[in-house]
């Protein structure tokens, strides 16, 4: 193995893998924040309001980040790249 392949499996094992699973902890701790606020602030019309734009924004964040990994699944599949 060369050590340039070496180091892009380390940089994704130890860097990119990592940041992905904390990017998708990020945008499902916006969604439940969105949640609380909307909950716990219901009496509020802008507590609700400012609930539901965080709900909306955490789930956009969730959706994208799931559509990337499903075209990269395909992507990978199809052209035969190991995944």
């Known amino acids: 193995m060369s050590s340039l392949t070496y180091l892009v499996e380390n940089i994704e094992t130890f860097i990119i ?3 992905i699973i904390l990017l998708f902890a990020l945008a ?6 969105g949640l609380a606020q909307f909950i716990l602030k219901a009496g509020s019309d802008e507590g609700k309001k400012e609930g539901k ?5 955490g789930i956009i964040g969730i959706f994208i980040m799931v559509s990337v990994y499903g075209i ?3 992507l990978t599949n199809t052209f035969g790249i190991p995944f």
């Open 72 to 74: 990269l699944r395909v």
């Open 53 to 57: 734009q965080h709900m909306l924004w």
């Open 28 to 33: 499902l701790l916006l969604f439940l924040w």
């Open 17 to 19: 893998d990592p940041l």
